[in-house]
């Protein structure tokens, strides 16, 4: 692998590229490349055995202009400033492909959560949201889980903030443990996107989803639920993995039975269905129909992207190809069906969970998956139109030429104060 790219560059690069296809003035579209605001913090925070230790901390909120930021917090050793100004970015721009009223924005502690009890994560926790208070609320911005984090670590912000507030405000994260306000569907919704979106590519390729081999890198959450459901469409899941290596097996896995043993053993390496262990890059460059990256941002750069031999790619992460593979495979008919809108459906039941916590009045699971179905196959119809339209290069600047517009008309439409 070459150098690491900066995911903030990449999202400015990305946005260039789709401005070049509309009508936008050069001052708005600089507007449209930076944050609003980023609070960087040092919580100093006591630990089991009496000592006090220092975690950085952010929180970039980078467009308002269509509605209260939205976006997820992430535990990881390399968070850091530039990360999540890039992931707030792609938030703003994931909201607009698929049209729900929020910005963008993100938060990340630089901490590796395995080498912490419970305890210290929850005081950890409560420091952060004591921090936030000024900054979030249900009008204002609204957090939600993202690497190493879930419904514990949302229940204990919204915990803090009502506390502090004096006042119940479920609305203030999403992501929530259903007893805590939570909805049906969010936990699988990110890796139903992305099998959806996956369902449509195919569809509008005219290739067949069933017996379509398939490769999955990173085996958590999204990973394991994209999996499962394109296995239920009669796909074969022939490769996945995780941060310890990947498993291969010609004939396809059991998705379930490899989601439970990674469970049971923290990893899938060592799964005996599998006939033959690789590592990530291995798995990246394997001759699949569709290939699904959902680890960490960068994992294919230029260099990678050259020996990549999947047909169809489809990001269930944030930012996993660099603007040079995107060219890459741009140049060699790969299809590429971008993370803001594969992966949008963790923010869009976000906002179903927020919608159903501002009303007191919640969904069945089956009104949650249609509402994200209707969601994601309307998004993915204009996404075709723009590409078709404008004819665009490839599906992610088709993604950012709707998504950009939608951002520039509400600011058109609120004008700029002072």
């Known amino acids: 692998m070459s150098e690491e790219a900066n995911p903030f560059e990449s999202l400015q690069e990305q946005i260039d590229d789709a401005a070049a296809f509309l009508d936008v003035e050069d001052d708005v579209v600089e507007r449209l490349k930076h944050p609003e605001r980023v609070l960087e913090l040092n919580l100093s925070v006591d630990m089991d055995d009496g000592t006090r230790k220092r975690f950085k901390a952010f929180r970039s909120q980078f467009n308002g202009d269509r509605g209260p930021y939205k976006g997820g917090i992430r535990y990881h050793p390399n968070v850091s400033r ?20 929020y910005g963008g924005g993100k938060g990340g502690i630089v901490i590796d959560p395995r080498e912490h009890s419970a305890a210290e994560l929850e005081r950890i926790t409560r420091s952060f949201a004591k921090e936030l208070r000024p900054l979030i609320g249900e009008d204002q911005d609204i957090p939600a889980p993202d690497v190493n984090t879930g ?73 394991s639920v994209a999996a499962n459901l394109l296995e239920d469409l009669g796909a074969n899941i022939v490769a996945v993995s995780d941060s310890s290596g990947a498993i291969y097996r010609e004939g396809g896995f059991d998705t379930a039975a490899a989601k439970q043993f990674k469970r049971e053993t923290g990893s899938v390496s060592g799964y005996d269905q599998a006939n033959e262990e690789m590592t990530n890059e291995e798995l990246l460059t394997l001759d699949v129909d569709l290939l699904i990256p959902a680890a960490l941002e ?21 930012g996993p190809l660099t603007p040079e593979a995107d060219d890459e495979l741009t140049g060699r008919d790969v299809y590429v069906f971008p993370d803001i809108l594969a992966n949008a459906g963790g923010v869009t039941v976000s906002y179903f969970e927020w919608v159903q916590n501002r009303q007191r009045f919640y969904w069945t699971e089956e009104r949650v998956n249609d509402e994200l179905e209707r ?41 700029n104060w002072p």
């Not at 100004?85 to 698929?98: P, T």
């Not at 609305?171 to 139903?192: F, H, P, Y």
């Open 298 to 318: 960068n994992a294919i750069d230029g260099e990678l992207a050259q020996d990549v031999q999947a047909d169809v790619v489809v990001e269930a992460a944030n």
């Open 151 to 223: 419904q514990r670590e949302m229940n204990w912000i919204k915990d803090t903030y009502e506390k502090l507030e004096h006042k119940t405000a479920p609305g203030v994260v999403t992501g929530k443990a259903i007893s805590s306000g939570g909805s049906e569907g969010r936990v699988e919704a990110t890796g139903r996107s992305t099998m959806l979106t996956a369902r449509e590519a195919f569809d509008y390729l005219d290739k067949d989803i069933e017996g379509a081999t398939v490769a999955v890198q990173g085996y958590g959450n999204a990973g």
């Open 375 to 415: 969601v994601i196959t309307d998004a993915f119809d204009n996404l075709v139109e723009a590409y078709e339209s404008h004819d665009l290069p490839n599906f992610r600047t088709a993604a950012y030429v709707v998504a950009i517009q939608r951002v520039v008309d509400a600011y058109s439409d609120n004008g």
């Open 82 to 101: 530039d990360e999540v100004k890039a992931l707030s970015g792609w938030m703003v721009y994931k909201c607009a492909v698929v049209d729900i009223p």
